[in-house]
């Protein structure tokens, strides 16, 4: 069974910083494209940043400037450093990866993680 683990969410300060986690486990053959979005309560789900195997990765135009995400191949982990974080970056915090499996190695599924606490206040 694979799965996706966020952790670094935790109670921070406007204007501070906070590193995310995903780690990604289990019977792994290859992971493509890693994602992080994020759901306020009372919000629609919304998409944050990816980043493919390689290249620049892309963001929201809310995070643009203050997030950074990277990724570990040899690890099968992706990060999200934020910066600068404002009140309405409270949020949870979910990883997605496109995933190969042993279980079928013709198949790309969508993985997502349970998700991980983000709140930004003084």
């Known amino acids: 069974q694979v799965q996706l683990v966020e952790s670094g969410g935790g109670l921070v300060q406007p204007g501070g910083s906070l590193r995310l986690s995903c780690a990604a486990s289990g019977n792994i053959v290859s992971i493509n494209t890693m994602g992080w979005y994020r759901q306020a309560p009372g919000k629609q789900r919304e998409w944050v940043a990816v980043?493919?195997?390689?290249?620049?990765?892309n963001y929201a135009d809310a995070v643009k400037g203050r997030f950074t995400v990277s990724r570990d191949n040899a690890k099968n982990t992706m990060y999200l450093q934020m910066s600068s974080l404002k009140p309405e970056d409270t949020a949870v915090y979910y990883c997605?990866?496109?995933?190969?499996?042993?279980?079928?190695?013709?198949?790309?599924?969508?993985?997502w993680g349970q998700g991980t606490q983000v709140t930004v206040s003084s």
């Open positions: 980043t493919g195997t390689s290249g620049s990765p």
């Open positions: 997605n990866a496109d995933i190969v499996t042993t279980d079928d190695t013709e198949y790309e599924y969508d993985y």
